[in-house]
């Protein structure tokens, strides 16, 4: 049997405190995390007529009543870009992450049979949360490649950028998740909070509005500390170019490293109780 | 390399009271709470003891490679406790453990299924959580499909499953499982007679492939028939560890037991049983008179005492009655008899007594295990406890004890017999 010889000695004992990030283990459970993913994916259009075709759906109609509402009633600027291909290019992120950070905060609770009867590296649930989502926004991205096609507005070299500014945002939703997940274990007001954290979230990024509406210098520069300010305003410039990332990206990056790791530890820190309470 | 799979020094698990029965908190609880705390601070007082239970209490054992191990208690005795601290689910509040291999756990079959998913997709995802690799996976699909008697279905989700079905393949996942330290816990307590007589099966293979095993039960039968090795549980404390037969004889007549009277204490009660509040369960003689000895000849009485909280539809209580080799020789509830079905079809709350009169010249003499049940039939058990008494018949006057051999058999009836004489020799 494969692993077999190669299975450590397992040591029981109370654990206190602060406890690092077991890599090699979590190595060891990849398999785990790819069938996790997988499931969550294949439940989540199990018994809908339309299927996987929600995914294409979802964007396009939220694109399309966000373009009425706020570009066409409201008459908020775009810049030189069509309203629908730039509210489009914000959405693709922002959902990318509500979604993760909505799924992860509930994903330790939902799993709580797994949680109380089998041992794996708790991280794997909030983690394989998170990529199942990612299989719906690389489904939006060629949406939005033809909606852009559609708007003959066309991309430059600098979508090549998409790629760590995709990671940005995942990994901002994971660090948040880590923390209301864990939190959600305990004291599941989270999972009533969560919501609402998302609608305000979404208003308080640049999503439905341009960043340029912000006075450019210390105030832009302060606004980066919400993360999915610097993510949204660079997919913008990756795509059709305008306000370049500055120091904004830069503080939503420290403050998404920031989350993410204080949320790692608090995670390994309450992980040991979760089988308890949940 | 030393030849233990498992070592475990001064194991010990603390839960806070309500931590494992009650909902968990929400923020108001806790805001609550951290008053309430400051203030028994202020009067001193000692939170531990109060709210506070040790589920196991400085447990320590060896086993070696190749061992099979039971593991027997009572329900509460901290059996799943230590199993769920073995298979690394919970940390020990104390102590110290080493476990030399992959722990495989049937701690509950079906974990980890999801009912929208076929039969082929849970085989996979069940699987990668009991720790399989999919390669391995892959090489044991037919195999488990064949155990699992579900061919036709295996790519109907399994929401469609007969319950019987559902569990089969969950089984059959598990059993193909090929860790190092196999752990089971009363998977024997579900599925059909010819099914738990191929997981048993199933069990010994794996015994005698040379692997280490933790097998926890209530079936005495089963135990004495799969281990050498028996630990025996009680309120947190290992009671006795030694070699089977001594193990189980020591368990069926522990203290409580031999009384004619056994009364639940809390502890043992799982927060699944409410509304149902068991009390107590007494062997009692013709006279109404609590006894541990019954004579074979006179007939006793069996009764059940419990609270119900609240008002329960289709409930039955029922009785076990086992042998000390785990044989059962009776299974009784008390809406067997049909006027009593239709009388009893729900029962408000209240103080109840269910009594069993078991009839005069039935049970051979002998020692026996009563056992209880209260259930809605195919809805919901609320409380089981297979060993909550033993007692003891005795045979004086019994029929045929004019010849003092020991008779076999679980049952002595009356039985009437006829001897008549015809002669073949003239006519024909």
Redesign the interface.
């Given at each position: 049997m494969q692993g077999q010889n190669s299975y450590p000695k397992v040591i029981l004992k109370p654990s206190k405190g602060w406890l690092g990030i077991n890599l090699p283990e979590i190595w060891r459970y990849r398999e785990l995390i790819y069938f996790l993913t997988w499931r969550d994916i294949k439940v989540r259009y199990k018994q809908a007529v339309l299927g996987i075709a929600w995914a294409v759906l979802q964007p396009v109609l939220t694109m399309a009543i966000t373009s009425v509402v706020f570009g066409y009633l409201l008459k908020v600027s775009s810049g030189d870009v069509p309203y629908p291909v730039f509210v489009m290019a914000a959405l693709l992120p922002w959902h990318l992450f509500s979604t993760s950070l909505q799924k992860s905060s509930q994903s330790l609770v939902g799993n709580a049979h797994l949680l109380t009867k089998i041992y794996f590296p708790r991280l794997i649930i909030p983690v394989s949360s998170v990529l199942a989502v990612m299989l719906d926004f690389a489904i939006s991205f060629l949406v939005l490649i033809a909606t852009m096609m559609i708007y003959k507005t066309y991309p430059t070299w600098n979508i090549f950028w998409l790629i760590p500014l995709t990671f940005l945002a995942v990994l901002a939703a994971l660090a948040v998740g880590l923390w209301l997940s864990a939190l959600n274990v305990q004291y599941r007001d989270v999972q009533h909070m969560v919501p609402f954290i998302i609608q305000i979230w979404m208003y308080a990024s640049p999503v439905v509005y341009s960043i340029d509406i912000i006075p450019a210098g210390i105030f832009r520069t302060l606004y980066g500390l919400n993360p999915m300010v610097g993510v949204v305003q660079g997919f913008r410039w990756a795509l059709f170019g305008g306000s370049a990332p500055d120091l904004t990206l830069l503080i939503s990056t420290l403050v998404v490293l920031i989350l993410f790791i204080s949320g790692l530890y608090y995670f390994r820190r309450m992980e040991k109780t979760f089988a308890d309470i949940v | 390399m030393s030849d233990l799979a498992i070592k475990?020094e001064g194991?010990s698990k603390r839960?806070r009271i309500g931590?494992?029965f009650e909902r968990?908190?929400?923020?108001r609880d806790?805001i609550v709470s951290g008053f309430k705390r400051s203030g028994q601070r202020l009067k001193g007082q000692a939170k531990d003891e109060a709210t506070h239970i040790w589920a196991l209490r400085d447990v320590s054992f060896e086993v070696q490679k190749g061992q099979v191990l039971g593991i027997v208690g009572r329900n509460g005795a901290g059996k799943s406790t230590l199993l769920?601290?073995?298979?690394?689910?919970?940390?020990?509040?104390?102590?110290?453990?080493?476990?030399?291999?992959?722990?495989g756990?049937l701690?509950?079959v079906g974990?980890?299924f999801?009912p929208?998913?076929t039969g082929r997709?849970n085989i996979?995802?069940n699987g990668?959580?009991?720790?399989m690799?999919?390669?391995?996976i892959r090489r044991k699909f037919d195999e488990i499909v064949e155990f699992s008697e579900v061919e036709k279905f295996i790519d109907t989700?399994v929401k469609r499953y007969s319950s019987g079905m559902y569990l089969r393949l969950a089984f059959a996942v598990a059993a193909h499982l090929?860790p190092?330290i196999l752990v089971v816990d009363e998977v024997l307590a579900v599925g059909d007679a010819d099914f738990q007589r191929k997981c048993l099966g199933k069990m010994g293979d794996v015994a005698q492939q040379g692997r280490t095993v933790l097998f926890v039960s209530h079936n005495m039968s089963a135990i004495l028939r799969l281990t050498q090795e028996t630990i025996v549980l009680d309120k947190g404390r290992i009671l006795m560890c030694g070699e089977t037969p001594s193990a189980v004889d020591y368990y069926l007549n522990m203290g409580l037991a031999k009384q004619g009277e056994r009364l639940w204490e809390d502890s043992e009660i799982p927060p699944s049983a409410a509304p149902f509040q068991p009390i107590a369960l007494r062997i009692l003689d013709p006279q109404g008179h609590v006894v541990d000895t019954v004579r074979s000849t006179d007939g006793f009485s069996v009764e059940v005492e419990y609270d119900l909280n609240e008002m329960i539809t289709g409930l039955r209580v029922g009785l076990y009655v086992f042998t000390t080799q785990g044989e059962t020789v009776f299974t009784t509830f008390d809406l067997d008899k049909t006027e009593m079905f239709e009388d009893h079809r729900s029962r408000p709350a209240g103080h109840y007594f269910s009594r069993c009169r078991i009839p005069a010249n039935f049970m051979n003499e002998g020692r026996f295990i009563v056992g209880v049940n209260a259930s809605s039939y195919r809805i919901k058990r609320y409380f089981q406890d297979e060993q909550a008494l033993t007692f003891t018949v005795d045979g004086t006057g019994a029929p045929g004890m004019h010849w003092p051999e020991p008779r076999q058999g679980a049952v002595r009836p009356d039985l009437d017999w006829q001897i008549s004489r015809e002669d073949t020799s003239n006519g024909l």
């Amino acid at each position: 049997m494969q692993g077999q010889n190669s299975y450590p000695k397992v040591i029981l004992k109370p654990s206190k405190g602060w406890l690092g990030i077991n890599l090699p283990e979590i190595w060891r459970y990849r398999e785990l995390i790819y069938f996790l993913t997988w499931r969550d994916i294949k439940v989540r259009y199990k018994q809908a007529v339309l299927g996987i075709a929600w995914a294409v759906l979802q964007p396009v109609l939220t694109m399309a009543i966000t373009s009425v509402v706020f570009g066409y009633l409201l008459k908020v600027s775009s810049g030189d870009v069509p309203y629908p291909v730039f509210v489009m290019a914000a959405l693709l992120p922002w959902h990318l992450f509500s979604t993760s950070l909505q799924k992860s905060s509930q994903s330790l609770v939902g799993n709580a049979h797994l949680l109380t009867k089998i041992y794996f590296p708790r991280l794997i649930i909030p983690v394989s949360s998170v990529l199942a989502v990612m299989l719906d926004f690389a489904i939006s991205f060629l949406v939005l490649i033809a909606t852009m096609m559609i708007y003959k507005t066309y991309p430059t070299w600098n979508i090549f950028w998409l790629i760590p500014l995709t990671f940005l945002a995942v990994l901002a939703a994971l660090a948040v998740g880590l923390w209301l997940s864990a939190l959600n274990v305990q004291y599941r007001d989270v999972q009533h909070m969560v919501p609402f954290i998302i609608q305000i979230w979404m208003y308080a990024s640049p999503v439905v509005y341009s960043i340029d509406i912000i006075p450019a210098g210390i105030f832009r520069t302060l606004y980066g500390l919400n993360p999915m300010v610097g993510v949204v305003q660079g997919f913008r410039w990756a795509l059709f170019g305008g306000s370049a990332p500055d120091l904004t990206l830069l503080i939503s990056t420290l403050v998404v490293l920031i989350l993410f790791i204080s949320g790692l530890y608090y995670f390994r820190r309450m992980e040991k109780t979760f089988a308890d309470i949940v | 390399m030393s030849d233990l799979a498992i070592k475990v020094e001064g194991i010990s698990k603390r839960y806070r009271i309500g931590m494992m029965f009650e909902r968990p908190d929400t923020l108001r609880d806790v805001i609550v709470s951290g008053f309430k705390r400051s203030g028994q601070r202020l009067k001193g007082q000692a939170k531990d003891e109060a709210t506070h239970i040790w589920a196991l209490r400085d447990v320590s054992f060896e086993v070696q490679k190749g061992q099979v191990l039971g593991i027997v208690g009572r329900n509460g005795a901290g059996k799943s406790t230590l199993l769920k601290i073995l298979s690394r689910v919970t940390d020990p509040s104390e102590g110290y453990g080493e476990i030399n291999g992959r722990v495989g756990s049937l701690l509950e079959v079906g974990t980890g299924f999801h009912p929208e998913l076929t039969g082929r997709e849970n085989i996979y995802l069940n699987g990668a959580i009991l720790g399989m690799h999919r390669s391995e996976i892959r090489r044991k699909f037919d195999e488990i499909v064949e155990f699992s008697e579900v061919e036709k279905f295996i790519d109907t989700p399994v929401k469609r499953y007969s319950s019987g079905m559902y569990l089969r393949l969950a089984f059959a996942v598990a059993a193909h499982l090929e860790p190092e330290i196999l752990v089971v816990d009363e998977v024997l307590a579900v599925g059909d007679a010819d099914f738990q007589r191929k997981c048993l099966g199933k069990m010994g293979d794996v015994a005698q492939q040379g692997r280490t095993v933790l097998f926890v039960s209530h079936n005495m039968s089963a135990i004495l028939r799969l281990t050498q090795e028996t630990i025996v549980l009680d309120k947190g404390r290992i009671l006795m560890c030694g070699e089977t037969p001594s193990a189980v004889d020591y368990y069926l007549n522990m203290g409580l037991a031999k009384q004619g009277e056994r009364l639940w204490e809390d502890s043992e009660i799982p927060p699944s049983a409410a509304p149902f509040q068991p009390i107590a369960l007494r062997i009692l003689d013709p006279q109404g008179h609590v006894v541990d000895t019954v004579r074979s000849t006179d007939g006793f009485s069996v009764e059940v005492e419990y609270d119900l909280n609240e008002m329960i539809t289709g409930l039955r209580v029922g009785l076990y009655v086992f042998t000390t080799q785990g044989e059962t020789v009776f299974t009784t509830f008390d809406l067997d008899k049909t006027e009593m079905f239709e009388d009893h079809r729900s029962r408000p709350a209240g103080h109840y007594f269910s009594r069993c009169r078991i009839p005069a010249n039935f049970m051979n003499e002998g020692r026996f295990i009563v056992g209880v049940n209260a259930s809605s039939y195919r809805i919901k058990r609320y409380f089981q406890d297979e060993q909550a008494l033993t007692f003891t018949v005795d045979g004086t006057g019994a029929p045929g004890m004019h010849w003092p051999e020991p008779r076999q058999g679980a049952v002595r009836p009356d039985l009437d017999w006829q001897i008549s004489r015809e002669d073949t020799s003239n006519g024909l």
